[in-house]
Each structure stands twice: as structure tokens, then as C-alpha cells.
């Protein structure tokens, strides 16, 4: 898929420190392995049936700042995102509003690149939408059935089988384990895989838990002929795929909010593994979900604070990315309408901080030295704007160090044309 255009980023003097990551599945902060100063990055991307809102925005800043980190310590970075272009929800989007599901997605991928360009975000490499790898997704199905770890679950309404992932034969015959990625009791899991498009109640399935491979085709969904028969594939095997295959097994870092830690990144780890046998990311890191009006903000419940309504009523992007990095990015917050306003009247005093000549201005490396060590304890951004809030109150020695450093390692631009 296309992707959009990259922001520029101004190079500092020196170099920072690759950063340290909270990784999920050790419950630890970690340096994940880098391996010829290449970092690879794959960041679970939008099911587009609504527009970007500002959950999905934290979550993509989150691995933005994620590669400026990398960036600024000298670390090339190979980043790729999906597109979960075919999907009960967005199925069922459409058909509630009579619009063509293919027409649905491509609308809303092209809002979703637009609003990601508008907000200076770094754009994949790889930007891969799972209709583009429909093959590759039903061969890898049917290795997983070759290798005794899929087995077919019978349908009333369809001529084929669905087929199934077997959760405890993979845990005999794989390196993978049940709790790999997410550090939840079984309990916690069953609940999580119900709410999280998992179906625990289905009859005919070994264990409740064990997800879906491939679902054979239903009238009026869309479906593809394979290798595994006619229908479209499960959602994990989707993303364990297109990763693969852009960025190898054992890459830096896989990435997504909080909601995806189990089942699917318990699952895409699963799949990945018995297909590979190697696991296949070095560290799990989960954003914080966010709230608005006292629930998760969320396309299902409706209760979104969109990107494009934000920017089309005039917000400054860079507002947008302070109102968003005021947070740490593993908590969970609420978002307010007034945080928009708060994050505008920083902007303004960076701004005049940055043009102000001052007595006693501070020493600017010191300024940005601190700016890289807080990025690199886990992307600590309340601290690095806290440190702009002092700095750009008191003056800087070197006012256009400071500008490249924001403009560098958080995206906000403070002076014209930066
Ligand atoms: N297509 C799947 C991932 S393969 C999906 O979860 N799509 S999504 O459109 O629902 O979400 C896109 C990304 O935004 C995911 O990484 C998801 O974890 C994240 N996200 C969704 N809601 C929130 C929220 N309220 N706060 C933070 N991140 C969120
Ligand atoms: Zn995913």
C-alpha cells in the first residue's frame, strides 16, 4: 500500500542512547537486540471502518518517538504496519450503512494516511493491507494444518470447515507456551478472548481458547479461493504473516495498544513460532488505552475524539502530538477537551521561549542531554516536556538547538519552516 510522506528530521550533534522499553511479555524494562544498528519495528496498524481517533494517534506517536529514539542513537529503523482490510467489524460497518465494504476501507485508509501525514508521523517501510497477502496467509494455514496444529471445526452455514489453531497440541510440539506474551491467568484469558473478537463459546473447538485460522466463505462476506479452500483468514494469522514477511522472525520490536495483548499478540507469537521455530519479536511494548468520557475510546462504542475534526477546526499538529506526549505512553488516560487548549498555550510559550532573548539562558547541549536521557529511560516524554517547560522559561544560549531537538526527538515544531 502506498504510505505517505516522511516528516524531515533535523540531525542533532552527537548522539543519544538507544532507549530502554518496557517489554510485556518479561514484565521488565529492556534493551531489545539490535543487530547491525538496524532496529525493526512492527506496529499492529488500523481496521479502517472509522476514521483515526486519538487512541489510535498515542499509539502510533508512541512508535514514532520509538524510532526518533533509534534515529537520534545512530539505529536505522525498518518499520511496517497492516491494514485489517477485511474484518467482521468493518462487515459489518457496511453493511449497516449500505456502502460497499472495499469502498468503506479504501476511504477510510486514505483519511488515515492523511491525518498520520498531518500529524509528522514516520511512515512504514513496509504498509501492508492483509487483502494483499491473502495467498501467503492460506499457505501459512496450511503448513499450520501440515504440522498437526489446525484442525477443522464444522459449520451449519457454510459448505466448508472453519479451520482452528490448537492452543495445546502447539504447546507440545512448538517452542511456544501458553503466557509468552501476555501475563494473564486463564480465566482473564477466556474473558479477554470473548471480548476481543475471539469466540471461546463455539462448540466444536478443543479448547476454548484456540482461535480462528481460516473462515470458510459465507454468503454475502467476501472470500477467496486457497490453498485451505474458499473463505478469508483469522485475524492473527493475518499480522504473523505480513510481519514475517517483512521484517524476518526475531525482529526488535512488535507493537499495538494494551487491548492487543492477548489474544493477539499471545496468538501472532503462537502462530509465528510454530511456523518459524523461532519466536518473533525480541520485546512486546503496549501502549496505554485511552479514555474519553469515562470509557476506552473505541469505534464500537462510538465515543471517538477524531484526528481530522481536530485539525480541520485549526488545532496545530504539534498541539496535538504535546496534548497526547504529556502522558507517559504506558498509562491510561483520559482525554479532556480543555487538554487541546492546555496543549496549545505550552506550544505558544515554547514558541516565545524559543524567540526571547534572556540574562542568564542555560546551556543548550546540557538541555538537549537531558532531552536524550529522559527518551531513553522507556520514552519518558512528561519528563522531556517538563524539561522544555524549564528550559524555555529561563532562555537557552543556543535557542535554535533547542528548536531542532523538539522538532528531532518529539516532532513538534517550534519555529517556521522547522
Ligand atoms: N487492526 C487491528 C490490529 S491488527 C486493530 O486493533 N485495529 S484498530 O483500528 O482497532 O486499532 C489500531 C491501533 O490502535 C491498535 O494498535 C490498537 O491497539 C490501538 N488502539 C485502539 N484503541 C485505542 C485506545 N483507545 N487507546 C490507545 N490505543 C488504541
Ligand atoms: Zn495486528
Known sequence: MRTWTAPEIAKLPGLGRPPKLFNTASGRL???????????????????????????????????????????????TVYAQNITDVDDPLLERAKATG????????????LFRSDMFRLGMLPPQHYVAVTERIDEIANAVARLRELGLAYEVPTTDSVGDDLYFDVRQAQVSTEW??????????????????????????????DPLDPLLWRSARDGE????????????????????????????????????????????????AHATALSGTPLAH?????????????????????LVLISRLLDAGADPSAIRLGILAHHYRSEWEWFDEDLQKAHRRLQAWREGIARETEDPLDAHEVLAQLRQALANDLDTPVMLATLDAALDRG????????????SLLGVVLVEGG
Open 30 to 76: 529492556e534493551h531489545p537486540p539490535i543487530s547491525n544498528d538496524r532496529a525493526t519495528l512492527y506496529v499492529c496498524g488500523i481496521t479502517p471502518y472509522d476514521a483515526t481517533h486519538l487512541g489510535h494517534a498515542a499509539t502510533y506517536l508512541a512508535f514514532d518517538l520509538m524510532q526518533r529514539a533509534w534515529l537520534d542513537a545512530g539505529i536505522e
Open 99 to 110: 456502502v460497499d465494504w472495499k469502498h468503506l476501507a479504501d476511504d477510510q485508509i486514505s
Open 177 to 206: 507456551r501458553l503466557g509468552d506474551v501476555a501475563p494473564y491467568d486463564e480465566h482473564l484469558m477466556q474473558q479477554l478472548s470473548a471480548e476481543r473478537g475471539g469466540d471461546p463459546q463455539r462448540e466444536g473447538k478443543r
Open 222 to 269: 467476501p472470500s477467496w479461493e486457497s490453498a485451505v479452500g474458499t473463505g478469508r483468514p483469522g485475524w492473527h494469522v493475518e499480522c504473523s504473516v505480513i510481519a514475517a514477511g517483512a521484517l524476518g522472525n526475531a525482529f526488535t520490536v512488535q507493537g499495538g495498544g494494551g487491548d492487543l495483548v492477548f489474544p493477539h499478540h499471545e496468538f501472532t507469537a
Open 283 to 303: 520485546a512486546y511494548c503496549h501502549v496505554g488505552l485511552i479514555s474519553y468520557e469515562g470509557h476506552k475510546m473505541s469505534k464500537s462504542r462510538g465515543n
Open 396 to 407: 537557552v544560549d543556543q535557542p535554535e538547538l533547542i528548536a531542532a531537538a523538539a522538532q
